[in-house]
């Protein structure tokens, strides 16, 4: 059997591996020392590796070292803070134990390696799962900008040609002139205009769901007057869709694993989400119920569905989990949205893996910092 794919290799490369160790294995034995403002990071990273610190001892200035209890021999002083090289200086003449010095930025990156690090088994094995190194790059360079704050990260893999977006045409070589689509968070139809142009107006049909009232009212008027306008780095195009609006299919809900109501945060553009959907600040007077469908009940169970693109902020995964049906009957082409919560990154691609094993999953990134990651899911006899 072939061994398994340890990303956090590379992953461990960017933080002190030594103090992540130490808290990590022996932090029973550790010693913090610290002004106030680390007090908390401290905390919050034993809370994640789930462990008991020997003591944190907060030192506002050189004089409360002289304040400090006596340290047992043996255990280890680790000196948090950029302002207390000094006090580091100074503990070195007053006890033989062995002293660590940690700034606040490498205290950051070991908090969030170790919130990954809880994640493990679950990352390898998606990492495992991918079918070409480009999207091994691409998740191992997420990773690491999550780790480090450092977006470098990101310029390396990120893809700028917007066309590419959902229909990435190294992953998706062959649309037919028969593609079914499904668009969920349809937003005003500028997915639909890449579909157009990637399939060349060739296709069956097209579900187009958008919950936001506006979103979809934007939607609706390009559809009734046969023209989608789209945005174009230099001006705005009209894209005329006279011959094939009679295809389109559009519909004021959302997407979940059932059919039901959800309060909706809305009027916030592409942003609109399901309440407690993703982690943003919002006005809550522009909150409101929508209604949801399950896709497996109100798609037709005698249609065919070729192609299924989400981008629902962060509704994803149940969605996902209302279309099992189709996707074990279709097989259709995936491209799904898995950066609105943290564990997307993992949890999606395993998820569409667990419905239809045979699927080769690709991940491809877009924006310019963590946002437009997306997951496309091909079966092996559609690439």
Same mark, same amino acid.
């Given at each position: 059997m072939k061994e398994q794919a340890d990303i956090f290799d590379e992953l461990s490369q960017v933080i002190n591996l030594e103090i992540y160790n130490q808290i990590r294995c022996n932090s029973e034995n550790?010693?913090?020392?610290?002004?106030?403002?680390?007090?908390?990071?401290?905390?919050?990273i034993l809370d994640v590796l789930d462990c008991v610190s020997g003591s944190i001892s907060v030192v506002k200035h050189l004089a409360d070292i002289n304040g400090l209890s006596e340290i047992p021999h043996g255990k280890t002083i680790i000196v948090i803070g950029h302002d207390n090289t000094h006090i580091c200086i100074e503990l070195a003449f007053t006890y033989s134990n062995k002293i660590v010095f940690c700034n606040e930025h490498e205290l950051d990156k070991i908090y969030e390696f170790s919130l990954l690090a809880k994640f493990k088994d679950k990352i390898n094995e998606m990492y495992s799962c991918l079918s070409d190194d480009i999207s091994k790059k691409v998740i191992s360079n997420i990773l690491l900008a999550r780790i480090t704050g450092d977006y470098s990260y990101i310029k390396a893999i990120r893809d700028t040609n917007c066309d590419n977006e959902y229909f990435d045409i190294n992953i998706m070589k062959y649309p037919?002139?028969?593609?079914?689509?499904?668009?969920?968070?349809?937003?005003?139809?500028?997915?639909?205009?890449?579909?157009?142009?990637?399939?060349?107006?060739?296709?069956?049909?097209?579900? @187009?769901?958008?919950?936001?009232?506006?979103?979809?009212? &934007? =939607?609706?008027?390009?559809?009734n007057r046969k023209s989608l306008t789209e945005i174009t780095p230099h001006q705005l195009e009209q894209l005329d869709i006279s011959d094939i609006s009679s295809k389109l299919s559009i519909h004021n809900v959302g997407v979940f694993d059932k059919q039901t109501r959800l309060e909706f945060s809305g009027k916030i553009g592409m942003s609109s989400h399901v309440k407690d959907g993703i982690a943003m600040k919002v006005d809550k007077r522009n909150n409101y119920y929508i209604n949801v469908i399950k896709l497996d009940d109100f798609i037709d169970a005698s249609a065919r569905i070729s192609m299924i693109k989400m981008d629902i902020e962060g509704s994803e995964s149940e969605a996902l989990m209302g279309c099992e049906r189709i996707i074990r009957k279709d097989t259709p082409k995936l491209m799904i949205c898995i950066y609105h919560k943290p564990?997307? @990154?993992?949890?999606?691609?395993?998820?569409?893996?667990? &419905? =239809?094993?045979?699927?080769?999953?690709?991940?491809?990134?877009?924006?310019?910092?963590?946002?437009?990651?997306?997951?496309?899911?091909?079966?092996?006899?559609?690439?």
């Open positions: 550790l010693i913090f020392v610290t002004s106030p403002q680390y007090n908390d990071r401290i905390k919050r037919s002139s028969n593609e079914s689509f499904i668009d969920a968070g349809a937003y005003v139809g500028d997915t639909l205009g890449r579909f157009l142009r990637y399939v060349d107006f060739k296709f069956e049909t097209a579900f @187009l769901f958008e919950p936001d009232r506006e979103n979809f009212n &934007i =939607l609706e008027k390009q559809i564990n997307h @990154l993992w949890d999606i691609p395993l998820q569409i893996k667990s &419905i =239809l094993p045979d699927y080769e999953l690709y991940i491809r990134h877009y924006g310019a910092e963590l946002w437009d990651t997306i997951c496309y899911a091909i079966p092996e006899n559609k690439k």
